[in-house]
């Protein structure tokens, strides 16, 4: 017997009833054990797998970061870090399966790390409601005192439609001769299938996500989409070039800046008379005043040149008046002798590369010294970012300079100590002859210490090139300096390529005036939903 309200159970009078019980939940016992044993061995498996795997991540950390002769190409890097993650992510999920704790535990940290959705992404709510209406208790009505609200992000696959467009004919039935009909408005690829969106995607996805074309190509053929190679290069081509006009204003307005930082790296293009590659170059000139507030937008303009002569330099910053950050290259010094009005500013970067390297050997004490002092101004540099320019300067005067004149005047008498033809005599006498250069931002707060600026905004050529050449040769280069002074200057301004590209192309097709081209430009452009 048990009493009204006890809901613990009773046990059976019976002994023979009581023992079978007892057999019984022994039994459970057991299983459970057993049960708890073998979860047990199989969450120690999984954490000792996972402490491997952490080990193995922070060893690839040391790669990416560690001496030149050890570090893995930066796309394998990044490949090796999203293995390794997901495999940890996959015993993390299989434990979780096992241990509703942890699964809880992992719940509320990915909640409390996630962040928020971007607020111009479209909302699609469910709203799940109880279906009773009234109290399980009294009958009464249910009224609403709350919601416990959660997003999830979604994703519809790229999705590809036929947009049709009718053009009705109207006519008089009283008057012969006379038809009516809107006139067929203006196509990107005349006699073409591609809306202006489409080719914009073509032009993205080989420039901004490095995907070739006949990678393009098979996966539109996965939709049941039948286009070749060669009629997305035409489509790409085609819209190449209406933006020519705008990236040559958006040179034009570079120019005219008081600063400006420059560069060049190696692209591979395609010879068609040899039929083998050969190497062009990739220049590029960048403007990025955010470092000490300065008020115009970022931009970066890429032009291609068959060769690394000073000419193409020229070329690229004719007509430039002020300040050039740039390594130590001689092109650049030429400028200086033709071009009045422009100011060199060198590279601390690239002046203690050569001691980096040297460093690394730990037979080197003169290399690693250097490096240490000017890790100091890196170090001040760091807490003068964002300042505004006066400062910058101020604080340069009163903590770098003391540096900078030290280390100057220590670099000669350790010189005196080196044999001539040593490799840290060598770097020594790079910094000594390019001082003029270095110590110019003591007395400019606008300028960098560095030239990391436009090294950053040509990295993606290194993606580029590994995953395709431009296969037309010397134009498809050309091509590519056009389309990716685009990307990359919407990247810096917080801008959609893919918009930007449809509604500029859009603009440019129906005839856009060439007096407003300056509302084309990635800092000023604002699409027709956004007013």
């Not at 999203?82 to 535990?105: F, H, M, Q, W, Y």
């Not at 109880?130 to 208790?137: L, T």
């Not at 903590?399 to 080196?418: C, G, I, M, N």
Request: aromatic letters at 6%; glycine letters at 8%.
């Amino acid at each position: 017997m048990r009493a009204a309200g006890n809901d613990t159970p009773s046990l059976p009078e019976d002994a023979t009833a009581l023992h079978a019980l007892l057999l019984e939940t022994r039994s459970l016992v057991d299983t459970l054990s057993t049960e708890l044993g073998s979860i047990t061995a199989e969450r120690d498996a999984l954490a000792a797998q996972n402490e491997r795997l952490q080990h193995l991540l922070l060893k690839l950390k040391r790669r990416q970061f560690g001496t030149k002769s050890e570090r893995l190409p930066e796309e394998q890097l990044l490949f090796a870090f999203e293995e390794i993650e997901a495999t940890l992510a996959e015993n993390v999920a299989e434990a979780g399966k096992a241990s509703p704790t942890l699964r809880a535990s992992q719940a509320k940290r990915r909640r409390a790390g996630r962040g928020r959705l971007p607020a111009h992404l479209p909302r699609v709510e469910q709203v799940l409601a109880p279906e009773a209406s009234a109290c399980p208790c009294c009958q009464g009505p249910l009224v609403e005192i709350g919601t416990d609200t959660a997003e999830r992000l979604g994703v519809i696959p790229a999705q590809f439609r036929v947009l049709v467009t009718k053009r009705p004919k109207l006519a008089c039935r009283a008057c012969p001769g006379v038809v009516l009909q809107e006139p067929a408005p203006a196509r990107l690829i005349e006699g073409g299938m591609p809306t202006e969106a489409t080719v914009a995607h073509v032009l993205v996805s080989r420039y901004a996500d490095h995907l070739p074309l006949y990678r393009q190509s098979q996966i539109l053929a996965r939709q049941g989409i039948e286009i070749g190679r060669e009629v997305l290069a035409d489509w790409a081509g085609t819209g190449a070039m209406e933006f020519v006009p705008v990236v040559r204003r958006m040179r034009e307005i570079l120019l005219a800046s008081g600063r400006l930082f420059a560069d060049e790296t190696t692209m591979p293009v395609l010879d068609p008379g040899r039929g083998k590659t050969k190497k062009g170059y990739a220049w590029a000139i960048a403007r990025d005043d955010r470092p000490w507030g300065g008020a115009d937008p970022p931009a970066v303009v890429f032009h291609y040149a068959p060769g690394r002569g000073a000419e193409h330099a020229k070329a690229l910053l004719a007509g430039y008046r002020g300040i050039l950050q740039c390594d130590g290259y001689g092109a650049y010094k030429t400028l200086v002798a033709v071009e009045d009005g422009i100011t060199l500013a060198f590279c601390w970067s690239h002046a203690r590369r050569e001691f980096i390297e040297l460093a690394r050997s730990k037979t080197a004490p003169v290399a690693a010294e250097t490096l240490q002092r000017i890790a100091a101004l890196y170090a001040i540099e760091a807490e003068l970012r964002g300042k505004p320019p006066d400062l910058r300067r101020a604080g340069r005067q009163a903590k770098s300079r003391p540096l900078v004149e030290d280390l100057f005047a220590w670099l000669p008498a350790q010189l005196s100590r080196l044999p001539g033809g040593s490799p840290t005599a060598g770097a020594i006498r790079y910094v000594l002859n390019h001082r003029e250069g270095l110590v110019r931002f003591l007395d400019d707060g606008r300028i960098e210490l560095d030239n990391n600026t436009v090294e950053r905004a040509i990295r993606p050529i290194c993606l580029s090139r590994k995953n395709a050449l431009f296969a037309s040769g010397d134009d498809g280069g050309a091509r590519w300096a056009t389309v990716a002074s685009l990307v990359e200057t919407c990247k810096l301004n917080g801008v959609d390529p893919q918009r930007y590209f449809t509604d500029v192309l859009t603009r440019l097709v129906n005839g856009w005036p060439n007096s407003r081209i300056d509302e084309l430009m990635p800092w000023r452009w604002t699409s027709k939903e956004d007013g």
